[in-house]
């Protein structure tokens, strides 16, 4: 683990655990400085944050409360975010439901954690990310409306192409600006969302998502890359 000063900050929204905390532990050892938000008190970031040498502080954050999105932001206004990241997802219990089969309130619990929070978080969070920063949100490449050609995993897929609709509509309103943005789709990792069906370990894909945001810095506009950097059919 790197023992060097950190130059720079990444925010990663959701650490505590998978994916999100996989990433935290990247940054850390690729020398950054690393905020990482979790809902619990004792958890894999909580641990990776007492052996970091203080290069990891941990906020307290569940990303569907409005009002604690914004006291985060009060209490980060004073730092510079070289990389906003929000890690957010969920599924429905049993994925394979139709739509017609998907309760009301498990269909607006997916979408507000999947598309709606996130969105909110970016919203907020944003004016914290200099010129030459990255804004990042962690999509899925089952939100890609060309590549559905099987159907399945309907109120998931629907959630995340709901989050990148969103993000191409954010970038749009800031398409003069000078910052990448970028929708990630990890590939499908076994965690306790991916399952243990998954083909990719956490470190078949981390390691390439981090590389995939260091490299689109300073590429203004919104891209929808792959773990391997390739581009994603909206």
């Known amino acids: 683990m790197t023992t060097s000063s950190p130059?720079?900050?990444?925010?990663?929204?959701?650490?505590?655990?998978?994916?999100?905390?996989?990433?935290?532990?990247?940054?850390?050892?690729?020398?950054?400085?690393v905020i990482g938000t979790a809902r619990g008190t004792d958890t894999p970031l909580?641990?990776?944050?007492?052996?970091?040498?203080?290069?990891?502080e941990i906020e307290m954050l569940d990303i569907n409360l409005p009002d604690q999105v914004a006291a985060l932001r009060a209490r980060l206004a004073d730092k510079t975010l070289d990389l906003l990241f929000v890690n957010a997802g969920t599924a429905n219990a049993h994925p394979n439901q139709t739509?017609?089969?998907v309760s009301t309130d498990e269909f607006v619990r997916v979408m507000t954690t999947n598309a709606l929070s996130p969105m909110r978080a970016v919203e907020a969070l944003q004016d914290l990310v200099p010129s030459t920063g990255v804004i990042g949100v962690m999509s899925s490449g089952q939100g890609s409306v060309a590549n559905n050609t099987q159907g399945l995993r309907e109120l998931y897929r629907g959630s995340k192409a709901a989050l990148n609709t969103f993000m191409r509509s954010f970038a749009a309103r800031h398409a003069d600006?000078?910052?990448?943005?970028?929708?990630?789709?990890?590939?499908?990792?076994?965690?306790?969302?991916?399952?243990p069906d998954a083909p990719l370990t956490i470190e078949d894909s981390i390691p390439g998502v981090v590389d995939v945001l260091l490299g689109v810095a300073g590429a203004a506009g919104l891209q929808y890359l792959d773990y391997r950097g390739r581009t994603v059919p909206w």
């Open 7 to 33: 130059t720079k900050t990444a925010l990663i929204i959701g650490a505590s655990r998978g994916l999100g905390y996989a990433m935290a532990e990247e940054y850390l050892k690729r020398g950054w400085r």
């Open 46 to 56: 909580h641990h990776l944050a007492s052996r970091s040498q203080g290069d990891v």
């Open 99 to 101: 739509l017609a089969e």
């Open 177 to 195: 600006g000078p910052r990448a943005m970028v929708l990630i789709a990890p590939g499908w990792v076994r965690t306790d969302l991916g399952g």
